[in-house]
């Protein structure tokens, strides 16, 4: 073969192999990207999107679309950007549905803000993936260090935060660090919280952090206080807690361990340890052990200090244990909130005994419920008549109860405007399980701050300082109005006395399992002052 075509076939092998790899580049490039922004990351879809893009949870489609038609329907006026970010992928129907509570607060309290303020700049939200358990935090950290330095992105604050975790921490300390203000609306762990001193100033942790939820240390304070009232000085009481390293579990174990019984001693705190967030491990064997321990304590309540998961094991373990003609009652904290979405009707039957009452009951520190403000207002209302003989004043109504009932009004409207307009949110937001009132809560004193942070005409575009300094005058005349309770922060940007709606989870009422609210718990002891000016505590 002439000299001449032997270099012409080698040239024509290189180019196929140029072209095979250049093919193949392409196509491992397109299957690592799930979307515009999104990569996939050890199986999951991690980064930010506004589009639509459901980071391939079909619960949550419906309202990340909803998100994009109102991104798209601001793009042409003054706004700036939002991120949500928390974990949006899981192989749990009961988390995929958590989710989609959390963005449809999200997208609700997004209308709210650019609809009901009337004022620039309106919100544009993206979704932000961290991966399960924020365990990919630092990408998507770093996408938003980025976007806040960006004069086409203006992102101006991000909030989400679900899960008191290490990783969770992480992330709030590097983004507050480079002055990227941060609203967590749903984690209560002790440690991911600036720290309020007696002089009225705050060690800053985390500059630009602002929390709109109790911290578990405040919400054991509120369900002690609640129950003190209610008579139960004379129950033993035991603390059983998970060893697992987590914050959620600690702060909550040390608040439990802190209370002030007024009752006889109980026995010593019972230990166990989990696996996981979201695992069970061995702790059905290790609750049968516990159990049997409780029952020849005598003990009555349980603080139990864990996560939902491990919550609903031991509950039904100790309903199994069977001492005879025993009730429990289980106290915990916020994370129980997802208990009822978990329960079976099995598991319901289990929990009752064979006459039809229960067993079991779990108590915990709710971060709001639907029910809350007219059952509370009707107790006031009551009250007064037995003590008056005149209808009260506007101005003798309780702040407290009014206002927060008026923004839970509000919110109800949103969702039936939401529903005429023809807006699917992947089903009707269930309230009771206090997700859609927090996240909502969120952005709307989101968009408190950056409207009264804006100043210099429509187009110009708040500082990132200028946002985190707004989260301390967010009190007395300028309180927000939140669907779970008036929201006054602190100069550690903390809520100050925050009520809990203290609920339980009954099973034997009306034959099934069903949530009660009981009553409302204040960590101070005692209802937030007239128009929520927050005292010195100087003494």
């Given at each position: 073969?002439?000299?001449?075509?032997?270099?012409?076939?080698?040239?024509?092998?290189?180019?196929?192999?140029?072209?095979?790899?250049?093919?193949?580049?392409?196509?491992?490039?397109?299957?690592?990207t799930c979307a515009d922004g999104v990569e996939r990351t050890g199986g999951e879809c991690i980064g930010l999107n506004g589009e639509g893009y459901d980071f391939g949870n079909p619960e949550i489609g419906d309202v990340a679309r909803a998100i994009a038609r109102e991104n798209e329907r601001i793009d042409g006026q003054p706004h700036v950007t939002v991120a949500m970010m928390l974990p949006l992928q899981s192989d749990k129907a009961a988390l995929r549905r958590q989710m989609r509570s959390d963005l449809q607060g999200a997208y609700l309290g997004q209308r709210q803000a650019n609809e009901g303020e009337g004022e620039p700049p309106k919100i544009r939200l993206v979704l932000a993936n961290p991966g399960r358990n924020y365990e990919q935090q630092e990408k998507?950290?770093?996408?938003?260090?980025?976007?806040?330095?960006?004069?086409?992105?203006?992102?101006?604050?991000?909030?989400?935060?679900?899960?008191?975790?290490?990783?969770?921490?992480?992330?709030?300390k590097r983004l507050t660090e480079h002055k990227i203000p941060v609203l967590a609306s749903r984690i209560s762990g002790d440690r991911i919280a600036n720290e309020d001193t007696s002089d009225g100033m705050a060690r800053q942790r985390f500059p630009g952090l602002a929390r709109i939820i109790p911290t578990n240390h405040d919400a054991a304070q509120a369900l002690a206080n609640f129950n003190g009232e209610r008579g139960r000085e004379n129950l033993k009481t035991v603390l059983v807690y998970d060893k697992r390293p987590d914050s959620y579990n600690e702060s909550l174990a040390k608040a439990f361990s802190g209370i002030d019984e007024k009752g006889p001693a109980g026995p010593a705190p019972m230990p166990f340890e989990s696996p996981a967030i979201d695992e069970a491990g061995?702790?059905?064997?290790?609750?049968?052990?516990?159990?049997?321990?409780?029952?020849?304590?005598?003990?009555?309540?349980?603080?139990?200090?864990?996560?939902?998961?491990?919550?609903?094991?031991?509950a039904l373990k100790l309903a199994q244990v069977g001492c005879k003609d025993r009730h429990y009652t289980i106290v915990s904290g916020s994370d129980a909130a997802s208990l009822r979405q978990d329960m079976t009707e099995q598991d319901w039957a289990q929990l009752r005994g064979e006459d039809g009452t229960a067993k079991v009951t779990v108590q915990y520190a709710a971060p709001a419920h639907p029910d809350a403000?007219?059952?509370?207002?009707?107790?006031?209302?009551?009250?007064?008549?037995?003590?008056?003989?005149?209808?009260?004043?506007?101005?003798?109504?309780?702040?407290?109860?009014?206002?927060?009932?008026?923004?839970?009004?509000?919110?109800?409207?949103?969702?039936?405007?939401?529903?005429r307009e023809g807006t699917s949110l992947g089903s009707a937001p269930d309230l009771e399980d206090s997700r859609t009132m927090l996240v909502y809560d969120g952005l709307v004193t989101i968009g408190k701050a950056l409207h009264q942070?804006?100043?210099?005409?429509?187009?110009?575009?708040?500082?990132?300082?200028?946002?985190?300094?707004?989260?301390?005058?967010?009190?007395?005349?300028?309180?927000?109005?939140?669907?779970?309770?008036?929201?006054?922060l602190t100069s550690g940007g903390n809520a100050y006395d925050k009520p809990v709606a203290v609920v339980d989870l009954d099973p034997g009422l009306a034959g099934a399992g069903k949530l009660r609210f009981v009553g409302l718990g204040w960590p101070t002891g005692r209802e937030q002052p007239k128009n929520c000016v927050i005292p010195s505590s100087t003494p």
């Open positions: 073969m002439p000299r001449w075509k032997k270099f012409l076939i080698a040239l024509l092998g290189l180019g196929l192999i140029g072209a095979a790899v250049f093919t193949g580049y392409r196509i491992s490039q397109q299957e690592d998507v950290v770093d996408t938003l260090l980025r976007m806040a330095d960006s004069p086409d992105d203006r992102l101006r604050a991000v909030t989400g935060f679900n899960l008191s975790l290490d990783t969770t921490e992480t992330a709030v061995s702790t059905g064997n290790q609750f049968t052990q516990l159990a049997n321990n409780i029952c020849d304590s005598r003990a009555d309540i349980v603080y139990f200090a864990g996560r939902t998961l491990h919550l609903r094991i031991f403000w007219n059952t509370e207002l009707a107790r006031w209302n009551k009250q007064w008549d037995t003590d008056h003989d005149r209808k009260p004043t506007a101005e003798e109504l309780p702040q407290y109860l009014t206002e927060p009932k008026t923004a839970l009004d509000t919110l109800k409207k949103r969702i039936e405007t939401t529903r942070t804006q100043s210099g005409g429509p187009e110009a575009v708040p500082g990132l300082e200028d946002v985190g300094g707004q989260w301390s005058l967010l009190q007395s005349r300028h309180r927000v109005q939140g669907t779970s309770g008036l929201i006054c």
